[in-house]
């Protein structure tokens, strides 16, 4: 199926008189005919579900739909894009190791990585991607396990070069995870290009509607974990009477591993209802991609023309500094979002946010709607200038999110804020 089908059929396929839409199935528990039956579950010998903390049917089919979609063997839903990236992680890192990470990424994963992991006894050594080969190759210590980076940077618009970082990642056999949050598996699918693990915010264009907070794990399948390198995938789990995953689940050892171990353990499953909300999103979701896509070139060249902008970030326009790589990439386009810097820095920057009247000033990213969001005054308050610079942010930088609105209504509206920014 290509993706489009695959947005609306993968996944959940009704049975004879069963219905259509995919049904909520609210329900903590299962229940079995015989004790052996619920014992060949946590045998892991059959395949069912016992218990919503570790699987669940409705979540279970958007799952199927999301691996189908990436081209991956197995997906596992989680209940933030936070908890995928930081179980995504946590799989194959424990204290004492280390990941690589480029700097340009999410606000929210640079303070995992960099606090919140480092507590555990994990550390983050960050890249930039611009680095040449060898100084990312000199980066690596024999105890780092993962590379991980953004196909499309939030808020920075860089365009993450995954070739580039997939090969130096398996020359040192380790694998390279990418967030693919803001490209969709409908503008870019990381596993065709190297990369072995995808996550996902499904908080944003997947869901599409602002109507839950979710996360996603993908597995390619490809990675080698029998290289010696990864213990926890190919020796006995004590924690799981002496399951080898690699051994009993084949390709599908490091998505396994993270459902019935940490998930097991952490719990952060999204219910059924937002895996509903979830996958009715989803459905429409090539068909929004696309127009996302179109509406957000035209505001970038329009705002191009502005002299009250100092520079659009948005990889399709062919003066962007990642139109090379956006051309590889992200050939079908680069989604809704866009970097602009406002001429006059942070008061200017947030004038105009406040002048808006369509475009909805809110912490959100990648919605039906159009919305805007002030970084250095909002999400990304808690990092230091450096910390900004090296994300890619300028103080009147302000995140464009472009919605489905009639295209003439967003200029409109981006054209009157930026007269009364000017004062
Ligand atoms: C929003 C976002 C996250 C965090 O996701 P939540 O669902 O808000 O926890 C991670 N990565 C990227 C690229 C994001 O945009």
Excluded at 24 to 45: M, P, V
Excluded at 46 to 59: D, K, L, W
Excluded at 129 to 151: M, V, Y
Aim: net charge negative; glycine share 8%.
């Amino acid at each position: 199926m290509k993706i489009e089908t695959q947005c609306l059929h993968a996944g959940y396929t009704p049975k004879n008189g069963e219905p259509r839409a995919l049904p909520i199935y609210q329900s903590t528990t299962y229940k079995y005919d015989k004790t052996a039956d619920i014992g060949a579950l946590f045998d892991l010998t059959a395949e069912g579900h016992m218990y919503s903390r570790i699987s669940n049917p409705t979540v279970d089919a958007v799952e199927k739909k999301i691996a189908a979609m990436e081209g991956g063997v197995g997906a596992l839903c989680t209940t933030s894009g936070q908890a995928a990236n930081l179980l995504a992680v946590l799989n194959i890192c424990s204290a004492g190791d280390s990941l690589i990470s480029v700097s340009t990424i999410y606000g929210g994963t640079i303070n995992l990585f960099a606090v919140t992991l480092k507590r555990l006894g994990i550390e983050c050594i960050f890249v930039s991607e611009e680095d040449s080969e060898e100084k990312i190759q000199a980066a690596i210590k024999p105890n780092t396990r993962l590379i991980f980076g953004e196909t499309l940077a939030n808020p920075a618009m860089c365009v993450f070069d995954i070739e580039k970082f997939a090969k130096i990642a398996h020359r040192n056999n380790i694998p390279l995870v990418v967030d693919n949050t803001f490209a969709t598996p409908v503008l870019c699918r990381p596993f065709e290009f190297g990369a072995d693990i995808v996550t996902h915010s499904t908080t944003k264009y997947m869901d599409g509607h602002a109507l839950q907070v979710g996360g996603v794990i993908v597995d390619s399948g490809n990675f080698d974990w029998t290289n010696g390198k990864f213990p926890e995938l190919t020796e006995p789990d004590e924690s799981y009477h002496g399951v080898r995953y690699v051994h009993d689940f084949g390709k599908a050892a490091y998505i396994t591993k993270a459902r019935v171990q940490l998930m097991r353990d952490f719990g952060m499953y999204p219910g059924a209802l937002n895996a509903f909300l979830l996958n009715v999103g989803l459905e429409t979701l090539a068909v929004r991609m696309e127009r996302y896509c179109r509406n957000a070139e035209t505001v970038a060249r329009h705002l191009l023309k502005s002299d009250m902008i100092e520079s659009v970030s948005y990889p399709a326009l062919e003066g962007d500094s990642y139109h090379d790589l956006a051309m590889k990439y992200l050939p079908k386009g680069c989604s809704g979002v866009m970097a602009l810097t406002i001429k006059g820095g942070r008061d200017t920057a947030m004038k105009f946010m406040d002048s808006l009247k369509l475009a909805s000033n809110e912490v959100h990213v990648a919605d039906i709607r159009t919305c805007v969001l002030h970084p250095a005054s909002e999400t990304h308050r808690q990092l230091n200038d450096e910390q900004l610079a090296a994300a890619g942010i300028h103080p009147g930088l302000v995140r464009l999110s472009v919605g489905l609105e009639n295209v003439d209504d967003i200029i409109e509206d981006l054209d009157q804020a930026l007269a009364a920014a000017r004062g």
